[in-house]
């Protein structure tokens, strides 16, 4: 198993309970197959750049260790979400 980071910006109109919720269900889905070991809440912050016209973000940094089979399936669902509006999941070295 690897040490994965991954910075998921949430859109920033979500209701904190959806995006508790939403956060919830990535971090079952890392679960099924590796183990959340840190969640980082950075709030609300503004985007370097407009995205789809949003100007705002909600960021957290999950950092989690997984085998490599299971980052695409979890990178497929992060694609699929419409509350995402980007994110990065990268290896961190031992």
Do not use: C
Not at 5 to 34: H, N, P, Y
Not at 52 to 76: C, M, Q, S, W
């Amino acid at each position: 198993m690897n040490n994965y980071e991954a910075v998921l910006i949430f859109k920033a109109d979500m209701a904190d309970s959806d995006r508790t919720d939403l956060l919830e269900r990535f971090k079952q889905i890392i679960g099924q197959d590796g183990e959340v070991t840190n969640v980082d809440d950075w709030g609300k912050r503004k985007l370097a750049y407009e995205i789809n016209y949003l100007k705002e973000g909600y960021y957290y940094i999950v950092d989690f260790t997984a085998n490599p089979d299971h980052i695409k399936e979890f990178e497929r669902r992060l694609r699929l979400s419409d509350f995402i509006i980007r994110y990065m999941v990268i290896r961190k070295e031992d």
